[in-house]
């Protein structure tokens, strides 16, 4: 069964910092691209960030540039988000997603799997 379990979101103060894991079980996804996405309350789905195969070409929605690290360890099968300078904005439901090709995606029905979400909140 394939899996995708994020972790590490938490309640955290303005200006702080979290790092979210997606862990990836059931196959390997080293050969595909991954993105995280987030949704708050009355909002659709939207990319925070997405990462190429073999993690060399990222991309980042203009509200996190700067902000947020995206980054992968394919020997761990597993995929990271760096979150620096946190506003109450950013709070969502984050999500990690894997797509069925190697180049970054953006749209989230170019992705295939997805993890059940892990709840960031910034208090201001």
């Known amino acids: 069964q394939v899996r995708l379990v994020e972790s590490g979101g938490e309640l955290v103060q303005a200006g702080g910092s979290l790092r979210l894991s997606c862990a990836a079980s059931?196959?390997?996804?080293?050969?595909?691209?991954m993105g995280w996405f987030r949704q708050a309350p009355g909002q659709e789905r939207e990319l925070v960030a997405a990462?190429?195969?073999?993690?060399?070409?990222?991309d980042y929605a203009a509200s996190v540039k700067g902000r947020f690290t995206i980054s992968r360890d394919n020997a761990k099968n597993t995929l990271y988000l760096q979150m620096n300078s946190l506003k109450s904005e950013d709070t969502a439901v984050y999500y990690c997603?894997?797509?069925?090709?190697?180049?970054?995606?953006?749209?989230?029905?170019?992705?295939?799997?997805w993890g059940q979400g892990t709840q960031v909140t910034v208090s201001s």
């Open positions: 059931g196959r390997t996804f080293s050969t595909n691209a």
């Open positions: 997603a894997a797509s069925d090709g190697i180049n970054v995606a953006r749209n989230p029905n170019q992705y295939a799997y």
């Open positions: 990462i190429n195969w073999i993690g060399l070409i990222t």
